[in-house]
């Protein structure tokens, strides 16, 4: 795992600790892995049996379901950028309806939320 990858798992797991911690009781946090990593012969063969399986390119880090709402959240590091297969899931899900965030950070899971109208446990706070 590289030291970028290793930095982005980190920040996934601060937000989804956070989330955890401030949405309400029945709220679902889903992280849905979908890669395997690339370069060796086991790699590619089981991203081929993942895709087959119903693994969707691009798909977000995590799917909140909370409140009646749904907000999938795209993780990256400070500098990380969107693949062109994220980009196309995240348009694809915007144009359905459903939300879809950044995060670079536990802030801006924060501002996702209040933005997407899922309540959360902060007092005095959406």
Known sequence: MTARAMAEADIQR??????????????????????????????????AMLSGMGVYPGFADLVVLAGGQVLFLEVKTPTGRLSPAQAAFRDAVLEQGFGWALVRSIDDAHVALFEHGIRTRLAGRS
Not at 19 to 45: C, D, F, Q, Y
């Open 14 to 47: 601060e937000v989804v600790r956070f989330l955890r911690a401030v949405l309400p009781g029945g709220a679902i946090v889903h992280h849905s892995p979908n890669e395997t990593g690339a370069g060796t012969h086991a790699a590619r063969k089981r991203q």
